[in-house]
């Protein structure tokens, strides 16, 4: 993903919100101030993926401010720092009337899949995201190549939401969202770096649509199976200037706790209108590609200081690669990608995080690749 340079009045806006973070907690009780700091290096000690890869050291900085205006109405913003610039990530009012029926407008955060709750790195124990959700350092990532994955977390647009959360019994809790948003941006293929860079007006004049449900079995803390969810999250609009190229993505997820284990497992996948007029390097069939993957990882800890995890997650491009794509990009891609890590804490707020990852792809080879970082939330 190549960096972009957001305009000076977004960037003086990040900043000056950056700056008053501090003074805001000082001076009122109804502010409350949260963050992150997380500096990464990628390895990747194989020429010929490290030239396709933004592998080398890079920051994911966070800082989000919530207001309490009343009971009712609450404001938040986040600023973020990041392979991808500073940038506002989200800035919205949230009016919470009821349990069951809430709105939040503005610059929204997209629920979308489970992973979408827990993108900042201090809430997930893997130095890397799921492919499926890669928000810019995928190996063979390019435009070129298979273009990022299915929908980059966090996703977040311009818009309102509105959702809510209800009770079926004394255990089962369900949480149901449906938003109208800006959609996603292109010409042909998505672009994810007009995702994040302002002005964050829609491309076009047709909003998209989507929503997201998810049920929780509560557990009452003794059983050996602790809490169990399911979701389901869809969202579809058309993403080029013209409003003619169409695109849809539906996901599944779950999650359990078994004694001291947390599994969890995601599925999504996206059809992509493809610009008919372009030219393509075999006679052009079906004029749409489909992506897809999934991830799976299993989690527990390791004495007091330690949790591992391993994953397995898998990307798949099945269509006509862009005109300029890779030579090497078939019509039918795939990158399988095996994990384990180890996430330390050897001080409160404070971690430590290693990984090696090992990638198998259908069209670029094999390789090897390690992270090592450190990082703080508060």
């Known amino acids: 993903m190549t960096e972009s340079r957001p305009p000076r009045a977004v ?55 919530g207001v309490d205006i009343h009971d009712e109405l609450s404001f938040s913003a986040k600023a973020c720092a ?24 503005g610059r929204i955060p997209v629920p979308f899949g489970e992973y979408s709750q827990r993108v900042d790195p201090s809430s997930h124990r893997t130095a890397s995201p799921p492919l499926i959700y890669d928000m810019g350092r995928m190996a ?7 273009n990022l994955g299915i929908i980059p977390q966090p996703y977040t647009d311009t818009g309102a939401l509105v959702y809510g959360v209800t009770w079926l ?20 293929d ?26 929780t079995c ?32 539906w996901g599944v997820d779950a999650s359990a706790k078994v004694g001291p284990f947390t599994a969890r497992g995601e599925y999504a996948a996206r059809r992509t209108d493809l610009d008919p007029n372009a030219t393509y390097r075999f006679d052009l ?10 991830y799976a990882e ?44 180890l996430m330390i804490t050897p001080a409160q707020a404070i971690y430590l995080k290693a990984s090696w990852e090992y990638w198998d792809t259908s069209d670029f080879g094999a390789f090897h690749s390690w992270h090592a970082g450190l990082g703080g939330a508060f």
């Open 11 to 65: 960037r003086a806006a990040t900043l000056l919100l950056l700056a008053l973070a501090p003074a805001a907690r000082a001076k009122d009780s109804n502010v409350q101030v949260s963050g992150s700091v997380y500096v990464d290096y990628w390895g990747v000690p194989s020429d010929a993926a490290r030239a396709h890869a933004p592998s080398s050291m890079t920051p994911d900085a966070s800082l989000k401010i």
């Open 82 to 105: 990041s392979c991808h610039g500073i940038d506002l990530e989200h800035v919205y009012l949230d009016y919470q009337p009821k349990a069951w029926f809430n709105v939040q407008a």
């Open 140 to 146: 063979y990532g390019e435009r070129t190549a298979m």
């Open 169 to 188: 019994g004394s255990k089962l809790q369900v949480w149901y969202g449906a938003y109208a948003v800006s959609g996603l941006k292109g010409s042909n």
């Open 190 to 215: 998505i672009d994810w770096m007009a995702m994040r860079s302002a002005p964050y007006r829609d491309n076009n004049d047709r909003p998209a649509g989507g929503g997201r449900i998810a049920v």
């Open 218 to 249: 509560s557990s009452d803390g003794a059983a050996v199976l602790g809490d169990v969810s399911v979701g389901a999250s869809y969202t579809a609009g058309r993403y080029d200037k013209d409003a003619k190229l169409e695109y849809e993505i």
């Open 285 to 294: 069939i079906d004029p749409w590609f489909r992506k897809d993957g999934w």
């Open 298 to 341: 299993l989690e527990h800890p390791l004495g007091g200081h330690l949790n591992v995890v391993y994953r397995y997650d898998a990307l798949r491009r099945n269509g006509m690669p862009l005109p300029g794509a890779n030579a090497q990009l078939s019509t039918s891609s795939r990158i399988v990608r095996y994990t384990g890590g």
